[in-house]
């Protein structure tokens, strides 16, 4: 799996725009960006992924740049239960054959917290 | 409706005593996943099932052991706890490999 880059922490108002940015500059062809949130004391949930297109679901926005070497994550109006580890990870989507396991390995993640 | 169901959610062991972690889901996925979570780190991968085949990463202590009786259950054995295992223990599944995972709620593993 290629690397990630994150922030460690973000701040957020509460109604307000959470952009989460992350970078993936050695990412290939056929990996698409996946995110994935952890709200304390619970299991990690998937929100979005991505391959080239920005992406849109009842969750979050992806934006992956052109190069696809960086993608931002935005949660639009964010709220208290927003308040999350977000972990982006880069894995292939459909495996070639012979490219063996994608296996779903976490980075560090940005802890993201939305305020009052 | 929980569709990736661990038990218990916290499990207290004593040190040394072989402890058993269980899940199981209602999706009908083929791969499933176990991970160890400690305080403020984020998940690290033990090994996975697809189907039937297990597969361990390299540095996973053999203490910790795996049986997946069928599609739905799967099983986290650890023979002898230590102190260091204390941690959260998540289940995963997800259908073939590649698509997204859906995650347990945890089990908060506690080695007095």
């Known amino acids: 799996d290629a690397k990630t880059t994150q922030p460690t922490s973000m701040d957020c108002a509460e109604g307000r725009a959470a952009n989460l940015p992350c970078n993936h500059s050695t990412i290939s062809g056929n990996e698409y960006v996946y995110w994935y949130r952890q709200i304390h004391s619970q299991g990690p949930q998937y929100i979005i992924h991505g391959l080239k297109n920005n992406e849109t679901n009842e969750m979050a926005s992806l934006i992956i740049t052109e190069d696809r070497k960086s993608s931002t994550l935005i949660l639009p109006h964010a709220t208290l239960r927003d308040t999350a580890v977000y972990y982006c990870i880069v894995r292939v989507a459909r495996a070639l054959v012979g490219t063996g396991f994608q296996k779903l390995v976490f980075g560090t993640g940005t802890r993201l917290l939305v305020s009052p | 409706d929980a569709m990736v169901i661990q038990n218990p959610r916290y499990q207290v062991t004593q040190f040394g005593k072989p402890v058993t972690l269980s899940c199981s889901q209602t999706?009908?996925?083929?791969?499933m996943y176990w991970y160890q979570q400690k305080s403020s780190q984020a998940p690290k991968l033990l090994f996975h099932?697809?189907?039937?085949?297990?597969?361990n990463e390299a540095d996973t202590p053999d203490n910790f052991q795996s049986r997946r009786p069928n599609t739905s259950f799967c099983f986290l054995d650890i023979r002898s706890p230590g102190l260091g295992d204390a941690a959260m223990y998540l289940c995963?599944?997800?259908?073939?490999?590649?698509?997204?995972?859906?995650f347990g709620q945890g089990t908060r593993l506690t080695v007095v």
């Open positions: 995963a599944t997800s259908l073939g490999q590649g698509t997204e995972a859906f």
């Open positions: 999706l009908n996925h083929n791969v």
């Open positions: 099932y697809y189907d039937k085949d297990f597969n």
